[in-house]
Each structure stands twice: as structure tokens, then as C-alpha cells.
């Protein structure tokens, strides 16, 4: 049962910060537009999850999150869809960079992320794409030039890309770190730290990890600013 009242009556939920909204316990109450609550509707999604509750309303503050919550918690939508909203407001020129950046620690991720942003964006126009190893640069460099709003990348591949300088950071203003802790197990540590200075100190960074050991909560102090933690489930 991952439902919020499930959560609430087992006290697992914990929300560390100051100043913490309400949740948004039904997807009226987001504002978001409609064509994308009833594609939500549509995706047979009843309700926001507890972490999709607790985090949209902070994030649409454009506030630092730390989400700590297992795998299957509805994390993806947790982080996509005030990045729709972000670019709403704020969308950038797409031929010159991403507007939103997500990091992820596999291509199968990735591609999971691609595939959601795609389904619950196309209504909002937004496009997307995914860079990953272990595949050709040339078509990812391709989808590139005709510019994105939202890059989804794996750490070593978008390493390459920056390198090769195919790609500007200097445009993105709301960034994701997916799976942090898995990431860092996989030893992307230094590309996500090369790739975070690519990205202007004036953004909004949302972490989001399954567990909290003492690698995540460091690079969390080194990349987050007045980050209100979200906490769902027995974790430390
Ligand atoms: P996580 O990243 O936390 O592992 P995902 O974002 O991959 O979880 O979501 C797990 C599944 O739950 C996906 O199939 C997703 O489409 C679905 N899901 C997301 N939000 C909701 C919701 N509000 N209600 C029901 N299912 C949802
Ligand atoms: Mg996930």
C-alpha cells in the first residue's frame, strides 16, 4: 500500500526544513495544467503518491529537495512534473542547451525517465532526450542539435559529450540527480562533480536516492542549498 493515508498512519513520513508546505494530496490540487491531470487520470493514477505529495509543492517553491524513498514511490513524476512547470516559466532558447538536466546511473533508467517525460510532456510540447553509453554518440548528438528542453543523461556519456563540447550547460537552471546513491556505488562521483560546474551556481538541485549513507549526505551538503529533506519509509 503506498498510499499517503497508509504512510501518514505509520508515522514514516518525515519532512526536515523550514517553512514546509502542506502536501498536495490530490493531483486538482497541484495546478498543474489539465491536460496533464487528466493524462495522470488517464495513466490509471488515482492520487499523488507520499513522495509525489510531500515534494511537488516544495519544488514548485523552487526550492533544494533531498528525497529519500525506495525504488517503485513514484519518484520519476516526483521531479518531472514541477520541471514542466519550471519550464513553463522558464523555459530557455532549446537550440542553445537543455533547460532541465536529469542524471541517471543506467541507460535503462534513463530511458524509463525519457519514455515518462515524454507521455506526460508531449501535451506541454516539451521535448526530451537521453544520452547514454554503450550506443553510437552520433544519433544522441543529432537529437542534440535540434535543440531540448530536458536532457537525461547518464554521467559518463554526458561527460564525453561536454568534451567534445556538443553540448552547453550554461542554460540549465533546474537539475536532478536520480538514484544518487546508486551513481555514486557506480564510482560517477568525479563526472557528476565535472558536470555540476558546467551548471550555474543559480539553479534548483533535486536529489533523489533509496538510501542516505554518508556519501550521498556529502555530496548532498556540496551541491544543495537549503534543502528541505523529504523522508518516506523506514530509512535511517
Ligand atoms: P521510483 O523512481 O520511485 O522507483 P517510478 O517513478 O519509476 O518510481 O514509479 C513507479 C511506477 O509507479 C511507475 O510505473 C509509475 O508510472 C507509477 N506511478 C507514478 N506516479 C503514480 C501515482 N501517482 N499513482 C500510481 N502510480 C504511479
Ligand atoms: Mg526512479
Not at 520519476?76 to 519550464?87: K, Q, R, V, W
Not at 557506480?186 to 558536470?195: C, L, N, V
Request: charged share 20%; hydrophobic share 40%.
Amino acid at each position: 500500500d503506498i498510499s499517503q493515508e497508509s504512510y501518514c498512519r505509520r508515522n514514516e513520513i518525515s519532512v526536515t526544513g523550514g517553512d514546509v508546505p502542506a502536501p498536495l494530496t490530490s493531483f486538482e490540487a497541484t495546478g498543474f495544467p489539465s491536460e496533464i491531470v487528466r493524462e495522470m487520470h488517464q495513466a490509471g493514477f488515482s492520487a499523488p503518491t507520499p513522495i509525489q505529495a510531500q515534494s511537488w509543492p516544495i519544488a514548485l517553491q523552487g526550492r533544494d529537495i533531498v528525497a529519500i524513498a525506495k525504488t517503485g514511490s513514484g519518484k520519476t513524476l516526483g521531479y518531472l512534473m514541477p520541471a514542466f512547470i519550471h519550464l513553463q516559466q522558464r523555459r530557455k532558447n532549446p537550440q542553445l542547451g537543455p533547460t532541465i538536466l536529469v542524471l541517471s546511473p543506467t541507460r535503462e533508467l534513463a530511458t524509463q525517465i525519457q519514455a515518462e517525460a515524454v507521455k506526460f510532456g508531449k501535451s506541454s510540447r516539451i521535448s526530451c532526450t537521453c544520452l547514454y553509453g554503450g550506443a553510437p554518440k552520433g544519433p544522441q548528438l543529432r537529437e542534440l542539435s535540434r535543440g531540448v528542453d530536458i536532457v537525461v543523461a547518464t554521467p559518463g556519456r554526458l561527460n564525453d559529450i561536454l568534451e567534445m563540447r556538443r553540448v552547453s550547460l550554461g542554460q540549465v537552471s533546474y537539475l536532478v540527480l536520480d538514484e544518487a546513491d546508486r551513481m555514486l556505488d557506480m564510482g560517477f562521483e568525479p563526472q557528476i562533480r565535472k558536470i555540476v560546474k558546467e551548471v550555474p551556481v543559480q539553479r534548483q538541485t533535486l536529489m533523489y536516492t533509496a538510501t542516505w549513507p554518508k556519501g550521498v549526505r556529502k555530496i548532498a551538503a556540496d551541491l544543495l542549498v537549503n534543502s528541505v529533506q523529504v523522508n518516506i519509509g523506514n530509512v535511517d
